[in-house]
């Protein structure tokens, strides 16, 4: 699907960015990261609705750290096991993904986002308590791997041990703003604080995202000049990203997660039954948020578009688009 843009001049959530403290996911060098084992609450045998306690299993994470002046960031990646055939395939563990492009759907690089974001990072596995692995047989007589996991819940008495997850950690109290990817998003997302266990109240959070990928409009029509493609609400009371402002799509979401940060206090993001991508983050340390609804500034050198959303040169004739909006070159 191609981009497309809104074409009506509109206000944008803009802020004054430190470069100290944006932290950019496609920057990041993943030859940092760090593996350990884990094997508490993980097993190597059960059922599809039970692990075998009796036997023990060892698997390893990946977790990666970044520093901004006020906050530190860790991210959590515990894939499963690879199984038999994967092994003989050849095949090695795959930690974290690099995902997406500049000229990408999923890119955050229109005038509504600020930080502007190209690409995300993906990890692996489900947050959870207990993990369990097998092999069954099936219908066909095949041996088939699976994996289970117990998941995390609000009420919880601890937070997940394993799985895809992402924390901060405030030594400054501030507003932070996280920019995700989420693919399976009929399923919860919490904002967690660690010394209660329990999710960020749905009020207390701001949420801006695209459906599916930029080019996607949620209400109204790109022929008439009524698309709307850049929903921007409160977090829904069930904690579904989807369902943002009262609008439901059944589509993987990207866009912003806002919240307020004390000092001295830890944070973790994550989806219980599936796994959040972050393009990176932004910190404005402070009793002010430093996010405004602004008049978005023209840039000259702003990438030009015609009207199917493909990028054009300068000298291209006919009706553009150019920092949000249409005019005739």
């Not at 819940?153 to 937070?159: L, Q, S």
Request: glycine share 10%; with cysteine.
């Amino acid at each position: 699907m191609k981009k497309i843009f809104t074409l009506i001049s509109m206000a944008v959530v803009a802020m004054s960015v430190n470069a100290q403290s944006t932290w950019k996911a496609a920057e990041f060098d993943l030859s940092t990261a760090v593996l350990s084992e884990l094997s508490e609450g993980v097993y190597g045998g059960g059922t599809a609705d039970a692990p075998d306690t009796s036997i023990p299993l060892t698997i390893t994470t990946s977790s990666i750290t970044a520093t901004v002046d006020g906050l530190t960031y860790t991210g959590v990646s515990t894939p499963n096991s690879l199984s038999k055939k994967d092994v003989e395939d050849g095949k090695t563990q795959v930690y974290w993904e690099l995902k997406g492009s500049v000229d990408g759907n999923d890119a955050l690089i229109t005038s509504d986002c600020t930080p502007q974001f190209a690409q995300y990072l993906m990890p692996k596995g489900n947050p959870g308590f207990q993990h369990w692995e097998f092999y069954e047989v099936n219908s066909d007589g095949d041996e088939v791997f699976r994996a289970y996991d117990t998941y995390w819940e609000p009420g919880a008495t601890a937070m997940p041990a394993k799985g895809a997850y992402h924390k901060f950690a405030a030594t400054k109290s501030g507003t932070l703003r996280v920019g995700i990817y989420g693919n399976k998003n009929a399923n919860p997302t919490y904002v967690v604080d660690e010394s209660t266990r329990q999710p960020l109240a749905p009020s207390t959070i701001d949420v801006s995202i695209y459906y599916q990928n930029t080019g996607f409009a949620y209400e109204g029509s790109a022929e008439e000049g009524t698309a709307k493609y850049f929903n921007v609400g409160k977090m829904a009371d069930d904690y579904v990203l989807q369902h943002t402002n009262g609008v439901t799509q059944n589509r993987p979401v990207l866009g912003f997660i806002d919240f307020s940060v004390e000092a001295g206090k830890t944070y973790w993001l994550f989806n219980p039954k599936s796994q959040i991508g972050i393009y990176g983050f932004y910190f404005q340390a402070g009793g002010e948020s430093g996010i405004s609804n602004v008049k978005a500034e023209l840039d000259a050198d702003a990438p030009v578009y015609n009207l199917a959303g493909q990028k054009v040169s300068n000298d291209f004739k006919g009706v553009v688009i150019q920092n949000g909006k249409k005019f005739v070159k």
